[in-house]
């Protein structure tokens, strides 16, 4: 078994991240969640659960960056903070990685929000992206590793 620490230093098994394999969303899955300004997840619908093959349980509290694949590029994530925290709305094309080690694309929309009492909290909803969306990702993210 050969293990190392992804980019997000998550040890990794990588002969089993080589031999993952995609999970596909249907047309009606729309994943949400909630975060408070470090990205720790406060709330996670059963869509999530579901895709990520995480309980609740096991990921309200995470950071969201637990489902965060190896093959996605830091700046993509980077760029994605630094949108929502200025305010604005966030979209791209997102590889996450399952709690068992598969992979399912989405398509991402974050923004900011606020409680009552001003605390900042981000949402992300995510839905299926076309065969051309993920296709263009991959080609975008490998010049970008």
């Known amino acids: 078994m050969l293990l190392k620490k992804n980019k997000n230093n998550v040890l990794i098994n990588k002969k089993e991240e080589l031999m993952s394999k995609e999970i596909f969303l249907d047309s009606s899955t729309m994943i949400v969640s909630e975060t408070d300004e470090k990205g720790i997840i406060l709330y996670a619908n059963s869509d999530f659960c579901k ?17 965060r694949h ?9 760029d994605l903070w630094k949108t929502i925290q200025a305010g604005k709305t966030w979209n791209g094309i997102v590889k996450n990685r399952t709690k068992d080690g598969n992979f399912y694309w989405v398509n991402a929309t974050a923004y900011p929000s606020s409680t009552k009492d001003g605390k900042k909290r981000y949402i992300s909803v995510r839905v299926k992206p076309s065969k ?6 991959e080609a975008l993210y490998k010049t970008l590793q």
Not at 51 to 67: F, M, R, T
Not at 132 to 137: F, H, Q, T
Request: glycine residues 4%; charged residues 30%.
């Open 132 to 137: 051309d969306e993920i296709e263009s990702a």
């Open 51 to 67: 895709i990520a093959a995480y309980s609740k349980d096991e990921l309200i509290g995470k950071p969201h960056n637990i489902v």
């Open 70 to 78: 190896s093959d996605m590029p830091k700046v993509a994530f980077e």
